[in-house]
């Protein structure tokens, strides 16, 4: 079977017991980046097998992973930090195990935009998880969407891109759009900063210090 394993965000205390039994137990283990996963492993004494599998290999090994638990292998899936295939490498490989009947466990866990989202104190009775922002192709056509919603949304963004992104989003979604930009959440410096678009927008220009991974929240 294939187990869906989440990987502590920043506080490794966030790691559950069922998770490290099951990494564990399993034949293998798939890690989006082999060296990161190894420190996490390593603190918890899980000496089980790695494989790379991330979105440049996914496709090309999907067949011989589902052949591999086919015939009686175990495997768990994990991503450098969060669960699995939300913003990450895993739908693949999931849905390759559902068509061969094989059956998936996932296992409740860590997430950036769960407490991002509760922490916010915006409207979270319905919410829409937009995650990654395009780039460039696809992006402005995102935005506009966003700006119809009638309910909060959450996405993440990378700190060399907050400032353009909050632009973008007061551009859109008008400058006293309620909001809060959480950051480096389970992480020692966590912070969860809530005001209108503009006003979080200047507060970074000026006196923030926008690090580590960001979820942006933004309500209605």
Known sequence: MLYIV?????NLEDMTFRAIRILKEVAMILAEDTRTSR??????EIK?????YHAHNEHAI????????QGGLSIALISDAGTPAISDPG???????HRAHIRVECL????AFVPALVASGLPCDTFHYEGFLPHKKGRMTRLKYLATLEN?????????????????????????RPAAVCREISKLHEEVKT???EALSNYYKTDGIAKGEIAIVVGV
Do not use: W
């Open 6 to 10: 989440p990987t502590p965000i920043g």
């Open 39 to 44: 420190k996490l492993l390593d603190h918890f």
């Open 48 to 52: 089980t097998p790695l494989r790379a």
């Open 62 to 69: 999907v067949t011989n992973l589902v052949e591999q638990m």
């Open 91 to 97: 739908f693949l490989l999931v849905r390759a195990c």
């Open 108 to 111: 409740p866990g860590a997430t």
């Open 152 to 176: 909060t949304f959450v996405l993440y963004e990378s700190p060399h891109r907050l400032l353009k992104c909050l632009e973008e989003l007061i551009t859109h979604c008008g400058a006293e």
């Open 195 to 197: 005001d209108t678009l």
